[in-house]
């Protein structure tokens, strides 16, 4: 059996192949020696293939100093793991390799970090001379960039940031590094254009950059994200949709020309269609981001490219908009070209026999590249790209022997990427072309084709070819359950090598020349598999055959959650659903069967919240990690000028001027978001596994508990008359009637009342989870009635009460549309429920009463 280990190895390629060496570490000539001050070394995260054949992705550790190393690994497993969660990386991760090059720094930190403890130092001096842009003057800054200035004052910090004369600058320090300790090993130029640079600094300020030398926060809980992000710029040529430059304020409304970037508009989807151009062919789809995609509609999404208005994105959300949330169909259309194409290269990878004439009875082959999830086509034809098919169910040999063609004959490859809308429908551009705003689904980023001329020569038997494999579904780590494996073998001029897969020790039924196979479907039974692939060669009876196997990981990840403390939890069936004033806490725990798997990877939680688009579960912005809940609330949190966690119109993330927006504003007006929601959530694991989501409904509703004065509990004979102040009853039993007095509160939860429930001119008057037998009369409430997951057996009338919005949050809510009376939610009543005269009608906040009793007044619509 065969094993690739990806411990602290190096790469070189030599004739075509992959050789595994030990990475010392050691520098060229005058560089400083492992693990000294400046000194790096290499370390293979991922190889799928040869460095010329594949994108590569240089992950470098900037800020670490020696014995924060293990914390920069720690950093990139997360940051590795998100990236792999997120389409199309998550199905094209085969076109990529991942290195990481560790650099010792002989301080820690980056230069001019504003939220550093005791301030940006601007003197620090970082190997890769990472710096944010004016962050020791603005303490908003973001941006992270190489610091290039040389002597002076000014530099990309502010004033007094620019490096020492003599200092080597930050682009000629990456390029160095690139150079001496990364070309060398994995055999291609330090400017390829297959070459991306990551370089993740040691903070937990939110911070990066894009392009071809991308930059990320190390330990930032959306660290991960940003580098997303910034690679929607570096491969997809993204640009960003923020409806803003400085994060404060909105930007200017666009100019009246139609912009240049791909997914921005000013044309409506009537104008779009009819030019059938920019996105045209997704107008109207359901967005993998949230919402509809539209364009400059009056539903559409309105603001980006750094304009406040005037300018039209394809969905609410998406990674390019706001961290995240995925890339939507527009930008997910472009990644994937840019993966496949290995970005600037423009093309597919293909291996194959070498083009021109051959052998009359040899055999031809390709060597297709291999999505995660999904198989590439490969049709053969006699005579040239219009010739006969042949029916070879995508064998990727053809053994000319067997068909007895002419000399002369051609035999063609169409060897296709189904992207398009016939095949997994992530590419609806049908253009032939591989630019960066033009890569269709028949272009060569998709579609490669070999041609062959049939000869009059035979070839002799091969002896010398061996018997092996020389490419696989990397070992290193568990496979997912519905994984197409693949296998490539050598390839004899005279025959095909057989390959016999086996599953937990039986075998298989597959062709002797399949090299893939579709896990997805075998319908595996839950548990962990092992998978092998045995390479044998059809003319040898005695040789030595080759296998490689594989843990096939079919034990979904799950992510248990923990909710914040309700006011209540309703009865709805097997759903659980809590009841919350203004919004809640959730802490999910993403966890997987580690079976297979070397140490405790990082696995990734989602959330999703009413069907608006899976979102990252990363904690909370500037809260420490994994401890701090994601937080939900009617109008979001506030943190460095961005707004999280919102329940209001326009999802989860806004920047934090959109709360203000009227009926007049992009997509305005901003509505708190009371009411009863959905979440779902799930996780995913290193292997690609998505967990089976759970869901939960939630309740918010506007207003707050008054601080108890007094608090009963357990039995209480008799009555109880409430004269002053707040009285609580928690887990109480009442047996009398229960008065509420002018200018007094009464909060009851999870209690029992025997008797009557009479108040007048009470100040608050609230119930949670509780029973009332006898009749409710609540009349001239000063300040609110809520109640929620109550049982009413009696008659109740709610008469002349006033319902005060208790913040600017509820204030907004009715201003806007939803004025509220008396707040009746999930609760069930068996008598008659009359409402007469209160401010406004009584409103359940989409968590529907049982009402078996007449309803009047007020209260006839719920």
């Known amino acids: 059996m065969r094993r690739v280990v990806a411990a602290l190895f190096s790469l070189v390629v030599a004739a075509g192949s992959l050789i595994a060496t030990p990475a010392t570490g050691q520098a060229r000539e005058g560089q400083p020696q492992w693990p000294e001050v400046g000194s790096a070394r290499l370390v293979p995260l991922q190889e799928t293939g040869p460095a010329e054949e594949r994108l590569n992705l240089i992950i470098m550790c900037d800020g670490y100093q020696q014995d924060e190393l293990g914390k920069c690994r720690e950093d990139v497993d997360r940051n590795q793991a998100v ?37 940006p130092d601007p003197d620090k001096l970082t190997p890769l001379r990472l710096v944010y842009d004016d962050g020791c003057v603005d303490p908003l800054s973001r941006g992270t960039v190489y610091n290039d200035t040389v002597g002076g004052d000014d530099g990309p910090g502010g004033p007094g940031t620019a490096l020492p004369e003599g200092t080597p600058t930050g682009d000629e320090q990456r390029t160095m590094y690139l150079e001496d300790y990364v070309a060398p090993r994995i055999g291609i130029p330090a400017d390829a254009d297959n070459l991306q640079t990551l370089a993740i600094f040691n903070t937990f300020t939110y911070g990066g950059i894009g392009g071809f030398h991308a930059t990320t926060s190390g330990g930032s809980p959306q660290g991960p ?96 908009r706001w961290i995240g949330f995925p890339f939507d169909q527009v930008g997910r259309e472009h990644m994937t070209g840019r993966l ?109 084709t070999r041609q062959w001329t049939v000869g009059s020569h035979t070839t002799g038997p091969d002896a010398s070819t061996p018997v092996e494999f020389t490419s696989w579904t990397p070992d290193d780590q568990p496979v997912a359950h519905d994984e197409v494996v693949f296998a490539v073998t050598a390839h004899p001029r005279d025959r095909v090598l057989d390959i016999a897969w086996r599953l937990d020790g039986e075998e298989v039924q597959t062709p002797g020349t399949a090299r893939n196979l579709d896990l997805g479907a075998l319908d595996l039974d839950e548990g962990t598999h092992e998978l092998t692939a045995t390479v044998t060669d059809p003319a040898v009876t005695d040789g030595a055959p080759d296998t490689v196997a594989w843990t096939v990981d079919n034990v979904l990840p799950t992510a248990p959650r923990t909710l914040s403390d309700p006011l209540t939890t309703l009865d709805d069936g097997n759903v659980e659903h809590p009841v919350y004033f203004e919004g809640w806490d959730m802490r999910l725990e993403p966890r997987d069967d580690r079976t297979g798997y070397d140490g405790e990877p990082f696995v990734v939680g989602e959330l999703r919240l009413n069907e608006d688009g899976w979102y990252n579960y990363f904690g909370f912005p500037e809260e420490p990690m994994p401890d701090s809940p994601f937080r939900f ?34 997509n305005g007006p901003f509505v708190p978001g009371y009411g009863t929601h959905t979440v779902e959530h799930r996780a995913i694991d290193p292997s690609g596994n998505i967990g089976r989501a759970e869901e ?94 109550t049982t009413f057996t009696g008659a109740v009338a709610l008469t002349g009460n006033a319902q005060v919005p208790p913040n600017q949050w509820a204030e907004r809510f009715s201003e806007f549309g939803h004025a509220y009376g008396p707040v009746l939610a999930g609760n069930s009543f068996t008598g008659r429920l009359s409402c007469t005269g209160n401010s406004a009608p009584a409103a359940d906040f989409e968590a529907a009463n049982d009402i078996t009793g007449r309803a009047s007044g007020d209260c006839a619509d719920l």
């Open 83 to 119: 990236q792999w969660s997120v389409e199309p990386f998550r199905t094209y991760r085969h076109y990529v390799n991942v290195y990481l090059l560790e650099i010792v720094s002989g301080e820690s930190g980056v230069r001019c970090d504003p939220d550093e403890e005791g301030g």
């Open 225 to 320: 994200l940003i580098s997303m992000h910034e690679l929607g710029h570096s491969l997809g040529t993204l640009q960003d949709e923020y409806p803003y430059s400085s994060r404060p304020e909105p930007g200017p409304p666009h100019e009246d020309g139609e912009p240049d970037s791909f997914h921005h508009t000013r044309m409506s989807s009537e104008e779009m269609t009819a030019n059938e151009a920019k996105w045209w062919r997704w107008l109207g789809e359901e967005s993998e981001s949230g919402g509809t995609i539209g364009a400059a509609d009056a539903d559409g999404h309105e603001s980006g490219v750094y304009s406040g208005s005037n300018v039209w994105r394809p969905s609410e959300h998406s990674m390019m």
């Open 340 to 448: 496949a194409g290995q970005r600037l290269e423009g093309e597919m990878n293909l291996r194959n026999t070498p083009e021109g004439e051959v052998p009359r009875d040899g055999v031809l082959w390709v060597e297709t590249m291999q999505p995660a999830f999904h198989e590439v086509d490969v049709e053969w034809r006699i005579g040239g790209p219009d010739g006969d098919v042949l029916e070879t169910a995508d064998n990727r040999y053809l053994d000319l022997a067997e068909l007895d063609l002419a000399p002369g004959t051609a035999v063609h490859a169409e060897v296709r990427d189904p992207v398009g809308p016939d095949g997994i429908d992530w590419v609806r551009n049908p253009s032939t072309g591989s630019g960066a705003t033009d890569s269709g689904y028949n272009g060569p980023r998709y579609v490669q």
């Open 633 to 666: 609330r009617q109008a979001g949190t506030e943190a460095k000028a961005l707004i999280y966690g919102n329940l209001g119109t326009g999802g989860l993330s806004k920047a934090a001027f959109e709360r203000n927006y009227g009926p007049d504003d992009p």
């Open 696 to 789: 939960y409904r939630a309740t918010v509703l506007p207003g707050e508990s008054p601080e108890c004065a007094d608090t009963v509990t357990g039995a209480r004979s008799g009555d109880l008359v409430v004269t002053e102040g707040v009285v609580c009853l928690e887990n109480a039993r009442v047996s009398g009637d229960v008065t509420v007095r002018p200018g007094a509160s009464l909060v009851v939860r999870d209690s029992s009342l025997a008797g009557r429930l009479v108040a007048e001119g009470a100040d608050v008057v609230q119930l949670f989870g509780s029973t009332v037998h006898g009749r409710v009369d609540l009349s001239g409430t000063t300040s609110g009635i809520t109640a929620a997951g």
